[in-house]
Structures are given as C-alpha cells and as structure tokens.
C-alpha cells in the first residue's frame, strides 16, 4: 500500500514534521470502482505520522520517567543545583518538543476543503433544484427501507412521495410556503404545519458561525460514486468531539449531498439516505410544490402551527403546567420551544436542543385524568433513538442520539 | 411421513401439469401424488390420451363469428336464471351443509357479540392503558419531530419520516426497559 510505504521512507521519518506525510493525497490512492466502507480513506495521516515520532518519543519519556522515580528523594536532594540545571537544560527543550510532537494536530489542509464543501452545501448546494429517487435505511437491528421519489425547488420547497414500503406507499410530504404537509392516505387527512424558511436560514448561519469559530468541525475522508456523480466524503463533529456525527456525500460540483448518514460514537452507521438516481434541473415544476396538488381530505393541525418561541418562559405563559428544563449532556444549547396540541387535547411542549450537529427534542406532556401521579421509569429505546418516562405529572418523550446513560441523566434530572 | 397432495388438488392441477405449465414445487407434488394414487393416476392417463387425440385431430378454419354464435346458441340451450332460481339454489346448497358446522358458526357469532357488548372496550371506560398512553405519545411526538427537523439542512427529513413510522410499528412491542 503506497501510504504504508511513505511512513517507512526514511526522509519521512528523518524529518518528523507533518509536512512530510501531508502530501498523500486521497484521490491519487483512491479506488477505481468504489466500494462501501472500504473506500473511506483517512486523510489525517499526517496524525499517523505524528503519532508513530511521538511512540516513540513516549517511550522514551516513560523509560526516563520510570528511571528518575526509581532514584530515592533523598538521593536528588544530595544532587547539587548546578547539575540539575545542567541536566534540564538540554532536556526541557527536548521534552517540550517531543510532547509538542505527541498531540495530534489537526490537519488544516484538510479541514479548510471539508469546511468549503459543507459551506459549499449550504450556499450553492441547497439552492440547486433537482429531482430523483431517495433510499432511507435505518440500520440498527431489523433494516427498515423506504424509497421515495424526491423534487427538491430550493430552500423550503420539497416534495417526497412515497414509494415503498406499502405502509408508507402513496404517502406525500411537501413542503413549502414556510408550512409544512403530511398526506396519509391510509388515514385520509394532511397533518399541517408550520416549516419556517427564516428557521432554516438562521439555522444555516449558525451552522456556517459554528464552522468558523470551531465548535463544528469537519474533514474529508474520502471520495465516492453516488448515483453517477463523484462526490466528496465530509465528516462533520460537533463541539462534543467523538459523539453521534453525520457523514456527507457532497457533489464538489453543485453542492448538492448526494447521501447523508449518522453514526453512532462508535462509528456504526444508524441511518442513511442515498440518492439512487438525480437530475440537476434549471428549476422544479411550481404546480408540484402548491398545497392545492395534495388530494382533497381533511386538514389536521395537528403540527406545530408557529415558528419556534425563542424562550422557555414565553412558552409557559402558554400552558397550565411547570415546564421542566433538563440537565444536557455538555455543548447542548436550547434552539426553540414550541407549544402543540397533543393527542389527548391537552397542549404539549417542545424543547429542542442542539449541539450544533445533533438534535435532541424533548416532549413534555401532562398527564391524562387519573394518571397524575404516575411515575414510570425511562424506557429506551436506542434503535429509534428514544425514551419515554412519567414523572411528577408529565410524560417526558425525548427524542435524539444518545448514549443510553445520557437518556438516563437526562431522565433523573426531571425527576 | 412426507406428506402428498389430496386427489383434489391433485386433479385441479391435472391440466396445467399435462400442458407442462405447473411451476416445478407443484409439478414434483402432483408426480408423487401420481406415483401413489391410481385413481388419480387413471384421471391422468385419460386426460394425456384426450390432449394427445385431440392434438392429432385434423384442424379447421372457422368464421370470425363462430364464437359469438356459439354464445347465442348456448344461451337458448341454458337460459339465464332467474333470482328466485338462484335463492332456490343458494337454499339447497344450505341444506347440505353440514349441521355441526352452522352450529359452530352460530357459537362463535354469539361469543363475539358478548365479547363485543359485555366487555366495554378502552375508549368507552375511564382513560386508556399506560402503554395505549405511552404509544400515543410517542407516536405523536415523532410526527411532530418530522415537522420540527424540516428545517434543518443538518437533518434527513425522509429519514425522520421513517423512522416515526417505524415506531408506529413496534409500538405493539414493549420497549426495552434498561
């Protein structure tokens, strides 16, 4: 393997700088017909350069380190100052120097391509009209599929039509005009609600200042064909380092994320949606996005019907109840707050998280008549990415990627 | 023991077997059956002898009419029944059926209407089960989640769609409490 060979030359190690091992470049190394995970290359060799220098740099440190701690305290007292000095002097530098060596730095070539390319999606590739057919797995346990055909006229402008599975055939999301509309056919009714374009255009500023100032990080690992478009792979970190990350497949062209997948802290993909075929188009059919296309059933509001609140407080000066605010795992900031009817008519809260990359959505819900003072304990369910408990009068239904001891935290600070 | 086709499927496969239109699990069953039963055996052997004489038969050509008149024909010969004919029909072939099987039918209706009338359904008696509450809960709250991630260019709407639908389908199960 070529990038194996490069470490062993012996400029390379002669020279232990990063430099040495950054030319590597991803696409000269990458495969001619794709494969799945095969194919994702890490480009951060220069990490790997560094952590071979700093192995053995280590080692050295710990053999000096276990030495010095054999030698008795009284023994270095006996040693005279000047000695000490004598001795630090040419090995402090070293030292420093070789921890300086040991930390992984970040590979700033590569991170400024995956930072163009996901601000590249979200300048150019969520303005691009197209249309195609969609593959959505979620796979974690049983594989659940649906496919979808998919026309998408810009920002706030999709429509998805349901191919399969047969629970879901036939099914139509849509949204535009700032709403957004669920024909169920199997229900005969459109769920209604609101889908605003100013959240969605704030939600891409915060995420391009997030880019900026770092507490988003992405790099690229790779490159792949989907749907006949070579794309670039980008992974994309919140603030919160090796937790749940997305990976974008990312048209270097148009912008345009051809596949989009979630994985878990360990690396295990969750869920996953892939174009399977797309056509660029000049601009999308306007009778496809009117509301007045979907078939002619009843409306339920059953969504949320305005934009998000942006305080906790103005949603409780809404409902009846004490609305909870949870303790989140750190990097979590609260990013709206919406008050809905829920399905027993009362009127449920929702708090949504964020981390910049992640979601959480809390639901808060009392209880119905009778059931006031019941307490269940969370149950959770990580495939779906969720649990559900009773406490103190409400129903909490968090919703959202989490380690199953977060949930729990998450869960004893509502109690 | 491995078990055969009945002489009734058997014979209600005959045909497609002879034309060698059965799909091959069926074909090998009929031929078991075949092996083991002469009177399906004998149905056979008649059968292949009527396609085979019936395929040396010398051809005819026949007038574009020949079907419509041949309808016409068979109408005067069986003329269409009237309704108290078919009733008088459908009457008989009650008669047959056997007795213990009305009754049966007649048992089960009846325990389905106590069921249905003596024992209220949730809806109808005070408010639902914690796992009828939990369900409508989540459920809603994924709906409501799809709706809540539309605006998200980090978030996979099709993918928030799924899986509310897939919690739809396990709701039935209990979840998994850790």
Redesign the interface.
Known sequence: MPVQRAYTTRAVWRSRSYEACGPISVAEHAPAIPTEPAKVQQKDSAHQCGSRTGGWAGGAVILLSTLGALIPGWAWGQVPKSVHRLLGAPVRPAIRRLVKQMKPRPNLQVDAEARRLVLLYLRRGIRQPYTGEEITRLLQGRVVESRQTVTYGGPGRVRMEYISPPSMKGEILLVTGGRIYQYRPYRGEILDGVASYGELAERVKEIAEGLRSGRISARVVGDELVAGIWTTIVEIHSVRGNEWFLRFWIDPKTGVRLRFMRLDAQGRAVAETTFASITYLQAADPHLFSPASLPSVPHVPRLPNTPPLPTVEAAQAQVAYAIRVPVLPGGYHLSGVWVVPDPFGRKTTILRFTDGVNNLALFETPLPPGRGRATVAPRIRPRLGLAHWMAGGLAFTLIGHLEPVEYRQIADSLR | MKRTMNCQRTQSLLSEYVNNTLPGYDAIGVQEHLDVCNECARVYHELRRTVDLLSRAPRYDVPDTFGAELWDRLQKVCPRRSLWARLGAFATAVWYIPRWSLGLAGAVLCVLVACYVGIPSADHS???S?AG??A????????????????????????A???A???N??SDAR????
Do not use: C, K, Y
């Open positions: 005070g408010p639902p914690d509450v939990e409508a809960m989540v459920r809603d709250a994924f709906r409501q989640n799809v709706a809540i991630s539309a605006a998200d260019p980090f978030g996979d709407l099709a993918a769609n799924l899986t639908h897939a919690s389908s396990e979840p998994s409490v850790e």
